[in-house]
Each structure stands twice: as C-alpha cells, then as structure tokens.
C-alpha cells in the first residue's frame, strides 16, 4: 500500500536558518512524488515535483529511492515561507492513479 | 479562470440529515477528485471522477456516501444520514488529465454535523 510519513508535525526556525521537512515514503512502484503547500486562508497548491528537478521559491527536492525519501530543504528560510506543507505520492492503487498525502508539517518561520 | 469552485463553504446539518457538496472544476479539467480531512489528519483520498463515471471510488465509505460528475454542472459529493463522525473539511481537486499531473484544489467545505 502507499503510504507517506511527514514524521514532524510542528517545525520552527529563525528567518534566515536553514530548513528541511522531512517526508518518507512507501511504495512497491516507481513514485512520483509532490510537495503542496497551504499558506495561510489560501488554498492547497503545488509547490513542486521530483520529475521537474526545480527550485521553487529557494526550495528544492530530491528523491532518494535508497532511503525512500523526499525531503523539501531551503538554505535560508523567510518568513514568507510559514505554512502547512503536505509531502505527496502518485501512485498506481485499487485500478487507478491517485495521490496519497502525508498528514502535513507546520512551519513557523520565526523574526 | 476562477480556479476550483466549492460550495458551500460551510455546511452545517442535525444527525440524520443529507449533505451536499459542490465541486465545479477549473475549465478544460475533467478530471475530479474529492479528499476528507480530519482534524490533526492529512487529505485522504474518497474518489477519482471523470465526467459521468466513476473511475475509482475506493476511499468512499461503504453506506452513505456517493459521488457524481454529470456531463453538465458540478460535481456532488452527497453524504445522507449524517453522523457526527462526518464533520471534516471536504477538498475537491481537478487535474487536466492524469492524477500525476498538477492537482489544482478548491478551498474545502467545511461540514459540521451537530
């Protein structure tokens, strides 16, 4: 089954701090996997994806499949960057293809 | 283009009562799919339509729960015979094509069953 772990559901750092959000994942296939981003009174939307390899917004993404993971890092946070961040797989489950969200990490970019 | 419409945005029914939740996608997706969120929970995937079929409803509770996308109008979520356990904030998604392609989200409604 697929299954993906957002294993901090709070995280908190200083404007200008380094950031990572951490995200496991479980899957037989081969993923593709989201980062979504839910600001503040906006809705969910895509931040980025393993198969476009780009930075968005000073975040990048890399999937490790030795360590089924995908971590969302940025070298200096801002605190534009405060929301709930959702870490996604895509994969192929009960005859269709559907995404499977892990349960999100708060952060909090502290002045 | 407007984005994911959902409406309403809050919903509030009595046990035992019916609800229904409207998705109307962005233009040229035909794509729609409806997730549950808990409280302290991620988005939990319900069901995955195409416009009048039903391509994969396998996170739908088994009673109660249907889902619908006619070849004209809105998607319905309709949940009859609320219960408490019911209360969550419902997400309608919409895609152009396949599921790995950009979700684009409606903002939720929000159900509360007293």
């Known amino acids: 089954a697929q299954r993906v772990t957002q294993p901090e559901k709070l995280l908190s750092v200083f404007k200008g701090a380094p950031v990572e959000l951490k995200c496991n994942y479980s899957y037989s296939g081969s993923p593709e996997l989201f980062w979504y981003v839910q600001y503040s009174r906006q809705r969910l939307q895509l931040l980025l994806r393993h198969i476009s390899r780009e930075s968005i917004k000073g975040f990048t993404a890399d999937l490790n499949k030795g360590e089924t993971s995908f971590h969302l890092k940025k070298p200096f946070a801002q605190e534009e960057d405060s929301a709930m961040y959702y870490c996604?797989?895509?994969?192929?489950?009960?005859?269709?293809?559907?995404?499977?969200f892990g349960k999100g990490t708060k952060l909090t970019v502290n002045p | 283009n407007a984005g994911v419409m959902q409406n309403p945005r809050h919903l509030v029914r009595r046990r035992g009562q019916e609800a229904r939740l409207r998705c109307s996608p962005m233009k040229g997706h035909s794509h729609v799919y409806w997730y549950r969120q808990l409280p302290e929970e991620g988005l939990k995937f319900m069901v995955y339509l195409q416009k009048e079929n039903i391509i994969d409803e396998s996170g739908m509770p088994k009673e109660r729960f249907s889902a619908e996308f006619p070849k004209e109008g809105p998607s319905i979520l309709r949940i009859q015979q609320v219960v408490r356990g019911d209360s969550a904030a419902y997400f309608c998604?919409?895609?152009?094509?396949?599921?790995?392609?950009?979700?684009?989200f409606g903002p939720g409604t929000r159900l509360t069953v007293l």
């Open positions: 996604a797989l895509s994969g192929w489950e009960g005859g269709s293809e559907k995404l499977v």
């Open positions: 998604a919409s895609s152009r094509d396949r599921a790995a392609n950009e979700q684009f």
